[in-house]
């Protein structure tokens, strides 16, 4: 029962890491300070999808998931999301298209926030 919620609370922080690596720099566009983390994040993330890694939370999350029975191969992306949005399964394309589109959304985020750091130094 523990090592399930072991497992289980892994699973939400490698989904709450997801979802900052794309959309945290939405998050410093209201406190500029959490750039010094987003940013690493990102990068790491893109990394992750352009060399084709798993992120070292997927066997992790699968020890503990063994415990409780039979783990799941591949990566965290390619088990639970990819069946969502490409049940077709996970090609090295689809991968290093993820990539960019964390470094797309960035970015643009990015070049907002300077933008209004430029106007305020203007104004």
Request: glycine residues 8%; contains cysteine; charged residues 15%.
């Amino acid at each position: 029962m523990v090592s399930r919620i072991i497992a289980d609370l892994l699973l939400i922080l490698h989904l709450a890491f997801i979802v900052f690596v794309v959309l945290g720099g939405c998050l410093v566009v209201k406190w500029r300070h959490l750039a010094f983390i987003h940013i690493p994040a990102a990068l790491w993330g893109a990394l992750i999808e352009f060399q084709g890694w798993f992120c070292p939370l997927t066997p992790l999350e699968q020890y503990f998931r063994k415990m409780t029975g039979p783990a799941y191969q591949g990566g965290f992306v390619e088990h639970y999301l990819v069946p969502l949005i490409y049940p077709a399964g996970l090609t090295r394309k689809v991968q290093i298209a993820l990539g960019l589109i964390v470094v797309a959304v960035n970015i643009v985020v990015y070049c907002f926030i300077l933008a209004r750091l430029l106007r305020k130094k203007r104004g």
